[in-house]
DNA sequence: CGACTTCTTGAGGAACGTCAACCGCAGTGG
DNA sequence: CCACTGCGGTTGACGTTCCTCAAGAAGTCG
């Protein structure tokens, strides 16, 4: 029994020093673990679950279309609530984990009470949805009439903002990239063929620098900001 | 003062029929509808305030891009609690009305105060965050790999499901459309020419009727679905 | 090392964006 | 009453772009 305790014990205390989290009085956060079931997950494993906190790693909600044609329209990352209940059951798609994660489910009826009894809980469940939902805006607005080298220069920094990121590497402008090729693709809504050539491309112009696979350095970090806000759109057709 | 309170009790009394508002115990939504100040809009109207219920209408978040990229990111439609308060004040776009509108502004710190004295209202606003959090998950996976047929027949289907949607029309196959064939446009990621294009040959297809601009007969309901859920891919380069 | 998956590179074409012009309609003013 | 104007929407021609397909390279695991 100890054991198992100490399994979990370690990455999911480490999500009560991130926000919203660590707002919370030092009881409620315990009863908050003490509640939950932690699993731990591989790459491609599906939760059959709709309610839990993300300990580390990266989940996605994916679903599928005709065509072989994947989709991933939400990332969950450490420390995220994950709150995917809802009222009409149309088109859910499936949980998944994107790396080795950890996943701590929370039982639903016994998160009911405690949003009864306590305001503070229901506060920090709000302002993470009302977050989430802000970043949700966010990745629609690089979907819907961005150009791919926007978009890609818009998730890094996206993954720039993940709580994984260590300062140093925030420092030096270094970007760990969380997930593999064709889930960016998947996520950003392109091929994974493009998700090559952009990264190509940005390399060859000396914007960035792909250190490993999953590790790039924003060598002009100015002018990837101003790709990333939308600085690269599409040429015109008519010539100058 | 009789008067200007009969200006707004009509419409914004309607809102208490809604989901999820009409769970609530009678006395708290009569405080929500004393604390709200209801706003009268017109198209194109900005609202500079980030938290409140649309009464009626249709508001959207809108962002500009360079090259004069419009986007709407969300739609709001009656009923909607509108909370779009973010920590990091990062992109926050402005919320603008797409049509006549009437939006009920909430104060933030009295706001606050209820959720802090009644977890009803709480677990109210948690619901609608959490189903508008679902809506957005379903327009990303409209953007992300959707061709523009598919986009529009998807977006038909949203409409369908907004509340000022009488059962006759439902009963019917009559959706009504909301906004202009350009918000159209910036909300499924195509250009207005696109929107026009798509229509006309749904028409020829015979799957869609136009009875008026805003009127709108989906005459294949099967096919449209088909098409909406992802089933008119791109067609492939290869010939059979 | 070989079997496997993931990623990259290359060629070619469909599709959607770009531009420009036109249409229909509503409001305005002579 | 009609010309004028402005706006939203539509149509057409054309070209860039990114998807499709296929094959090769690189990384991963037994």
Redesign the interface.
């Known amino acids: 029994m100890a054991q198992i305790q100490r399994v979990f014990a370690e990455p999911d205390q480490a999500l009560l020093t991130l ?1 919203p989290w660590k707002e919370l009085d030092a009881p409620h956060s315990a009863d908050l673990l003490r509640a939950g079931t932690p699993d731990m997950l591989n790459r491609g494993d599906v939760v059959d679950h709709d309610l839990g906190i993300v300990s580390f790693g990266a989940l996605g ?1 994916e ?1 599928a ?3 072989g ?1 994947r ?4 990332l969950f990352r450490k420390g995220d609530l994950v ?5 009409e059951r ?2 859910q ?1 499936a949980l998944v984990a994107l790396k080795r994660s950890s996943f701590l489910r929370l039982d639903e009826s016994l998160t009911e009470t405690w ?3 306590n ?1 503070d809980i ?2 920090t ?3 993470q ?6 970043r ?6 690089d ?4 150009t791919p080298v926007e978009k890609l220069a818009s998730l890094l920094f996206e993954f720039r903002r993940w709580p994984e990121t260590c300062p140093e590497d925030h420092r030096n402008n270094i970007v760990r990239i969380p997930i593999s090729r064709s889930d960016i693709a ?4 392109v091929k994974p063929e493009t998700v090559s050539r952009v990264i190509k491309k940005l390399v060859r112009e000396k914007l960035i620098i792909v250190h490993k696979q999953d590790r790039i350095y924003l060598a002009d970090l100015p002018s990837m900001r101003r790709i990333a ?3 690269r ?2 040429q015109s057709t008519r010539q100058a």
């Open positions: 926000s909600i679903r279309l005709s065509n044609r989709v991933l329209c939400t709150d995917v209940r809802r009222t149309i088109r798609g949003l009864t009894n305001t229901a506060k469940m709000l302002s949805l009302r977050e989430q939902f802000a949700a805006r966010d990745h629609t607005t979907l819907v009439s961005k998947s996520y950003i809504g806000n939308g600085g759109p599409r």
